[in-house]
């Protein structure tokens, strides 16, 4: 079992930032990928970008390529997102998930979810 929960999310101006953490807890955080989704109202949740478990590998949606980074620090059990250049298109609930294996990018091939964030950019 892994407990995940994000934080940092808000309200930012676009053309903004944020930088979005999950804290890990439970099994060893480190033995998993994660990813990050994201879903607005009216929308199927879908993939931002995920990342494998010794951070080696990374993929991102065509939406947010060049504009947002994943990462992750297994030593603090914790992964981030960060988001730059934020358009009003961003907005949505974000949505922190682990995994095993790598290169899953599918809603239900991810195990644990945390709760969500909510980031919301203004025009």
């Known amino acids: 079992q892994v407990q995940l929960v994000e934080s940092g999310g808000g309200l930012v101006q676009a053309g903004g930032s944020l930088r979005l953490s999950c804290a890990a807890s439970?099994?060893?955080?480190?033995?998993?990928?994660m990813g990050w989704f994201r879903q607005a109202p009216g929308k199927e949740r879908e993939i931002v970008a995920a990342i494998k478990w010794n951070g080696f590998e990374t993929y991102y949606a065509d939406s947010v390529k060049g504009r947002f980074t994943i990462s992750r620090d297994n030593a603090k059990n914790t992964g981030y997102l960060q988001m730059n250049s934020l358009k009003p298109e961003d907005t949505a609930v974000y949505y922190c998930?682990?995994?095993?294996?790598?290169?899953?990018?599918?809603?239900?091939?991810?195990?644990?979810w945390g709760q969500g964030t909510q980031v919301t950019v203004s025009s």
């Open positions: 998930a682990a995994t095993l294996g790598y290169r899953k990018l599918r809603v239900d091939e991810y195990v644990y």
């Open positions: 439970g099994r060893t955080f480190s033995s998993y990928a």
